[in-house]
């Protein structure tokens, strides 16, 4: 009996219950086994997790390989454990991120080393083109100040004094003022001096301003083809199509040439007076502020000189009401001015009577030149209300 006790408990379970369940259970240790293997050695979790198999495989090599309550749930929380765990992400070091931008900075290390003359002569052309690029600048600005400055003395001797050059005042004026002894002589001066600036600075702002101004200058020399002629060029030029107080004087100056050609030429009078006309209208229909108030004024003098008298007094009309109402009427009081005493010299009733100031043809008498500002004076001569 003894010996067969001894043997029974030697032998293994026969059972099917015995069997399967060392079966099916010994994968299932193996399983969790190779999932926590290949969890990271330095993980502390993963570490305790190696420690409780490890218990549990020796439990139950001791009780038969059969699981208890406590080992099976163990199991269970392992099994879990190993599912969850995930491989940790892999940040690349900052030197590997680099390592295109290294292998770039290499290469063309590598390039200019072995194309060092090139190289060199691509630095020294850069350094080349940066100093032809501020002299280049310098001298631009060093020209342009020049024009300026030749610029300013054709316009100081446009508007000179007539007097006695060689007279020496108290009060200086001839360090501050050019003095001529005719205005034809001042205005050859002038003359001379804007050509001087279109020839040595040509294409520069000052160059155009200076060809306006020699158009004005023809203009008053009854010149009115060569006139024209600069006008037009002014026109044309890039500075008036950037500035609307230069493409004005133009276009003024251009109707007032025509003017001149007309009183010039009577065989072609209308077309002339048609064509200052038409310059006149561009600047009406403009925004730029003086010539197109001024330009229906311009406009009944073409008008009344084409014999068109009502015309005229229709304009001259709409004018004066637009002054009245205009927000920048005080800006215009000569013109307010001269637009009523001509009125009432075309059309009496229309407005009450202050004594007749203008003559036929828009023609101004002395007394209201004297009252009008320079430049409105000008003008004015210019377009015939005075021209001598």
């Not at 048609?274 to 003086?290: F, V, W």
């Not at 073409?302 to 005229?312: E, P, R, V």
């Not at 009523?340 to 209201?368: F, V, Y």
């Amino acid at each position: 009996m003894p010996d067969d006790q001894n043997d029974e408990k030697k032998a293994p379970a026969t059972s099917s219950t015995g069997a399967g369940a060392e079966t099916s259970e010994t994968p299932n240790v193996e399983d969790i086994a190779k999932r926590v293997a290949a969890l990271d050695e330095g993980d502390e979790i993963e570490r305790i997790a190696r420690e409780e198999e490890a218990k549990l495989a020796e439990r139950r090599q001791k009780r038969g390989g059969k699981k208890q309550g406590l080992e099976s749930a163990a199991s269970k929380r392992l099994a879990r454990i190993g599912e969850k765990a995930k491989p940790k992400r892999i940040v690349p070091d900052a030197v590997e991120a680099a390592d295109p931008l290294i292998e770039r900075t290499q290469q063309l290390g590598a390039w200019a080393r072995k194309n060092k003359n090139l190289f060199q002569g691509l630095i020294v052309a850069g350094v080349l083109v940066a100093a032809g690029v501020f002299v280049w600048l310098y001298l631009d600005h060093k020209k342009a100040t020049e024009a300026s400055v030749a610029l300013a003395q054709a316009v100081a001797d446009e508007r000179g004094e007539i007097g006695d050059p060689d007279k020496d005042t108290d009060e200086g004026i001839h360090d501050k003022v050019p003095v001529f002894r005719t205005a034809d002589e001042r205005r050859d001066a002038a003359l001379a001096k804007y050509r001087e600036v279109e020839s040595k600075y040509h294409g520069t702002g000052a160059a155009w301003l200076a060809r306006l101004g020699e158009g004005a200058m023809l203009l008053d020399k009854h010149d009115p083809d060569g006139a024209i002629a600069a006008f037009h060029e002014v026109l044309d030029s890039s500075l008036a199509r950037a500035d609307g107080e230069v493409r004005g004087r133009a276009l003024e100056n251009l109707g007032f040439a025509y003017e001149l050609r007309a009183e010039l030429h009577p065989d072609q009078r209308d077309k002339d007076l048609d064509d200052a006309l038409t310059q006149y209208k561009q600047l009406e229909s403009s925004d730029i502020l003086g010539f197109k108030q001024m330009a229906p004024y311009n406009e009944a003098r073409c008008y009344q000189l084409k014999g068109d008298k009502a015309k005229a007094i229709e304009l001259l009309k709409g004018l004066r009401e637009e002054l009245m109402k205009s927000v920048d009427s005080h800006l215009f009081t000569s013109l307010k001015e001269v637009t009523d005493d001509w009125l009432r010299q075309l059309d009496p009733g229309s407005i009450p009577a202050k004594g007749n100031r203008i003559g036929a043809g828009g023609q101004l008498s002395p007394e209201l030149l004297e009252k009008l500002s320079p430049e409105m004076r000008q003008r004015l001569n210019m377009g015939g209300g005075g021209r001598e």
